[in-house]
Nanobody
């Protein structure tokens, strides 16, 4: 059983910062890519940022230059540093990881339950 547990969400004023964390636990063989998605009310879930096991990163255009994704492979944890937050960053943020389980030939996608980020004055 694999679990992804997010933390670090909350209420912040515009221009402020938050740091999200997501730790993977359970029995797995390999964690490949990890990433953060978000879903605002009435909108579809969208990719925010992704990072490969080797550390290559990609970002959605709205967050480039403001958000930074990183990971600690020893801790099976991915982070999202969010700076210069805007009202439109308000959403539930979900952690995603592509994980291969023992005795499985192919990896699968796993999701956390989400953490709320609210940007409000």
């Amino acid at each position: 059983q694999v679990q992804l547990v997010e933390s670090g969400g909350g209420l912040v004023q515009p221009g402020g910062s938050l740091r999200l964390s997501c730790a993977a636990s359970g029995s797995f063989f390999t964690i490949y890519g990890m990433g953060w998605y978000r879903q605002a009310p009435g909108k579809q879930r969208e990719l925010v940022a992704g990072i490969t096991s080797g550390g290559s990163t990609n970002y959605a255009d709205p967050v480039k230059g403001r958000f930074t994704i990183s990971r600690d492979n020893a801790k099976n944890t991915v982070y999202l540093q969010m700076n210069s937050l805007k009202f439109e960053d308000t959403a539930v943020y979900y952690c995603n990881a592509r994980i291969r389980l023992p005795l499985h030939l192919e990896p699968g996608d796993y999701w956390g339950l989400g953490t709320q980020v609210t940007v409000s004055s």
